[in-house]
């Protein structure tokens, strides 16, 4: 059974920093990872989706990479805002099944 | 990206009642739709997966008749929580696709906020 699991569950930096938030899968049989942001109270918005064949996607001050065959991805963010304080999601694709996320790390960015 | 809509996006009902929640695909066709619940601090967890229309499909230990779920257009998917109880309380966030093939991207909902009190 796939298990997805994010570390640091939380993190807290100064305005400013670059930082890296990880994700691990258990089963590298998978047909695309998706990183989301999710507010408090709100619902997902997709940020970067990498599929199974690339190693890595990226949106502006936003960079994911892939490496499938050791079941690891990270989302890094340079030159961290206020605003991008709120929770990251994690989450796979594998054949015949919805997405499966991680529990997500809840980031803050003080100004 | 493609949007979806979830409606209401909070609700507060009495233990006893039910409530009915949308979601809906505005400018493209959701040939399935997943609907997710989501506890304070956890991960989303998928409670089924539904295609228009056939029967939805549950994941374990998700109580169908409590959790009816309809997918009566290629627009629309509703989830209705049944004689809610306060354990029901939840995030719950709708999900929806266009196409099958397994590459093809999903789209969230806003979410809904239910609490039963």
């Known amino acids: 059974k796939q298990e997805v699991t994010q570390i640091p569950a939380a993190l807290s930096v100064p305005e400013g920093e670059n930082l890296v938030l990880n994700c691990s899968f258990t089963d590298s049989a998978i047909y695309n990872l998706q990183w989301f942001r999710q507010d408090p109270g709100k619902g997902l918005t997709s940020l970067l989706l990498i599929q199974s064949s690339q190693r890595e996607q990226t949106s502006g001050r936003l960079n994911a990479s892939l490496d499938k065959s050791s079941g690891r991805s990270t989302l890094y963010i340079a030159a961290s805002q206020p605003g991008d304080s709120a929770t990251y999601l994690c989450?796979?694709?594998?054949?015949?099944?919805?997405?499966?996320f991680g529990k997500g790390t809840t980031l803050s960015v003080s100004s | 990206g493609a949007v979806v809509s979830q409606h209401p996006s909070w609700v507060i009902c009495k233990s006893g009642t039910s409530v009915k929640i949308e979601c809906r695909s505005l400018d493209f066709q959701a040939t399935t739709m997943f609907w997710y619940r989501q506890f304070p601090k956890q991960s989303l967890m998928l409670m089924a997966t539904?295609?228009?229309?056939?029967?939805?499909?549950?994941e374990q230990g998700v109580e169908k008749d409590k959790f009816l779920i309809n997918h009566a257009s290629l627009t629309l998917s509703t989830l209705t929580v049944t004689s809610a109880h306060p354990e029901d309380s939840s995030f719950y966030i709708c999900s929806a696709r266009e196409g099958s093939g397994p590459v093809t991207e999903a789209f969230f909902g806003q979410g809904t906020r239910l609490t039963v009190v």
């Open positions: 989450a796979v694709k594998q054949a015949g099944t919805a997405l499966i």
């Open positions: 539904s295609n228009e229309g056939s029967k939805a499909t549950y």
